[in-house]
């Protein structure tokens, strides 16, 4: 995109033009140049000058630590929420009946909606390089909802609504026997689950760049393994195993191992194609930083 500023009549001397702009990934993007008016102008030292504007428009560091945490603390209770549910539909059925259960999932549930509207405030502030007071102000807010970010994270905040009945149903603490899901709560949960799961992609990398349509695929698929595996390895850990029935245990583990390995492979066969269309290149492992993350998490 160009984008083109009229000028006034400028005095022959040496400029200095700094910039900001939102990615289509959500992540602002600063530069700076230099120019001159009239061939006998001095070009002066600029460089120190550039370096100190440049800075001004960092932002708050306070802001940009605050919206790194929720986006992670969105991206880990989301797994939480759509994993533990699943560890329950297709592991444990029987521990939908369980108050530790109950509370992971809907600890999941309100953790990941306080923390989308805590984020969409955030990124406000973030994207502006405002300080934090200015991030729940109502103009700063409106800002957000008008890009596709705001917009992303406001459907999140409606599908985790519509995901309230069918969690009540889930985790019910009734026995299970007398009291089955109905036959439409499958369908139901699995496209509010897609939903939610689509919603960082859409607000981040996958939806921009080349491939988006695949890209979107293999990231609600990313996201999907690292859910079904993470979330419930916690409710294994916090739960099952510290219920230490060992006929309970002899039928779960096995099954969750097995959903696990598939989960594992997923992960890794949907991450290796976001790598290498992020990057482009095995030089970009060893020259960038996002190539170093990557490295490290694989």
């Not at 297709?90 to 521990?95: A, C, E, K, V």
């Not at 406000?124 to 800002?143: C, E, Q, R």
């Not at 009734?174 to 799961?197: H, I, K, N, T």
């Amino acid at each position: 995109n160009r984008v083109q500023v009229d000028l006034p009549n400028l005095d022959d001397d040496s400029y200095v033009v700094t910039w900001r702009v939102i990615s289509a990934d959500a992540h602002p993007v600063r530069g700076a140049f230099t120019f001159q008016v009239g061939a006998g102008a001095a070009a002066g030292n600029l460089q120190s000058l550039s370096e100190r504007l440049l800075a001004d428009q960092g932002g708050d560091q306070t802001v940009g630590f605050l919206y790194a945490v929720a986006r992670f603390t969105v991206f880990a209770l989301l797994a939480l929420l759509v994993g533990a549910g699943a560890f329950l539909v297709l592991i444990w059925p029987g521990g939908r009946a369980s108050p530790g259960a109950a509370r992971l999932v809907w600890g999941g549930w309100i953790g990941a909606f306080v923390a989308t509207i805590v984020g969409i405030a955030l990124d406000g502030a973030y994207a502006g390089a405002l300080p934090l007071g200015d991030a729940f102000k109502p103009s700063v807010i409106s800002d957000v909802l008008d890009t596709r970010f705001g917009r992303v994270w406001l459907l999140r905040l409606v599908l985790l609504l519509v995901a309230l009945p069918l969690l009540r149903l889930l985790v019910n603490r009734r026995p299970v026997v007398e009291y089955p899901l109905p036959r439409w709560w499958r369908p139901a949960a699995v496209a509010v689950a897609v939903g939610l799961l689509l919603t960082p992609g859409l607000s981040g990398h996958a939806a921009s760049g080349d491939l988006v349509p695949l890209a979107i695929v293999a990231d609600v698929a990313h996201l999907g393994g690292v859910s079904l595996w993470l979330g419930g390895l916690v409710v294994l850990l916090a739960v099952v195993l510290r219920r230490k029935h060992l006929d309970e245990l002899r039928s779960v583990v096995p099954r969750f191992s097995k959903l696990a390995l598939i989960a594992i492979c997923v992960i890794i066969g949907t991450g290796a194609f976001q790598a290498w269309r992020q990057l482009g290149s095995l030089s970009a492992f060893r020259d960038t930083d996002y190539g170093k993350l990557l490295a490290a998490k694989l």
